[in-house]
T-cell receptor, first 113, second 114 residues
Framework: AQSVTQLDSQVPVFEEAPVELRCNYSSSVSVYLFWYVQYPNQGLQLLLKYLSGSTLVESINGFEAEFNKSQTSFHLRKPSVHISDTAEYFCAVHASNTGKLIFGQGTTLQVKP | KAGVTQTPRYLIKTRGQQVTLSCSPISGHRSVSWYQQTPGQGLQFLFEYFSETQRNKGNFPGRFSGRQFSNSRSEMNVSTLELGDSALYLC?????????????FGPGTRLTVL
């Protein structure tokens, strides 16, 4: 069975500092990988995704994630965070054999001024 | 283009009652998926409908059911409510089956069971 582990439940960071949100997955089949963001009282929004090709994927607001097959990881990074990045971030994996989207437990990013 | 809408946004029920939640996908989207979000269990997949057919189902008891109509709108029903059913129920739509297509989420329905 597939699973997703987000290693940190909360990540506090100061504004303009770099941040990394860690995500590891377990799967014996090919997967598609996603990062979603959830702002307070809102639904989830897709931040970025890895389907194939280049292992480094970027979002329009400065986040990037790198697919590492050997380490089964898909960590999310941003070189300089803003207060507005405060939200909950979910890593998700879609496995080709089950057709289900499996989410990690989420990481709350708290950006402090 | 309007986003995914869910009604009602908030709901309070008592144990033993049943509830129906509604989801209207983005126009043109034919796939609708439902998720349950709780602080303890996180986001868990309930089921997916595509063209009025259930394509996939999560590990939830039979009290949880759903359906999709010809206009792609979907409803989710929970019968014999339990306290543990209190959660945020999220609906997501996509143009095709949700294998690798981006899912667009609604704001959710917050269900409280007393």
């Amino acid at each position: 069975a597939q699973s997703v582990t987000q290693l940190d439940s909360q990540v506090p960071v100061f504004e303009e500092a770099p941040v990394e949100l860690r995500c590891n997955y377990s799967s014996s089949v090919s997967v598609y990988l996603f990062w979603y963001v959830q702002y307070p009282n809102q639904g989830l929004q897709l931040l970025l995704k890895y389907l194939s090709g280049s292992t480094l994927v970027e979002s329009i607001n400065g986040f990037e994630a790198e697919f590492n097959k050997s380490q089964t990881s898909f960590h999310l990074r941003k070189p300089s965070v803003h207060i507005s990045d405060t939200a909950e971030y979910f890593c998700a994996v879609h496995a080709s054999n089950t057709g289900k989207l499996i989410f990690g437990q989420g990481t709350t990013l708290q950006v402090k001024p | 283009k309007a986003g995914v809408t869910q009604t009602p946004r908030y709901l309070i029920k008592t144990r033993g009652q049943q509830v129906t939640l509604s989801c209207s996908p983005i126009s043109g989207h034919r796939s609708v998926s439902w998720y349950q979000q709780t602080p303890g269990q996180g986001l868990q997949f309930l089921f997916e409908y595509f063209s009025e057919t259930q394509r996939n189902k999560g590990n939830f008891p039979g009290r949880f059911s759903g359906r999709q109509f010809s206009n792609s709108r979907s409803e989710m029903n929970v019968s014999t409510l339990e306290l543990g059913d209190s959660a945020l129920y999220l609906c997501a739509s996509s143009f095709r089956e949700s294998n690798y297509n981006e899912q667009f989420f609604g704001p959710g329905t917050r269900l409280t069971v007393l």
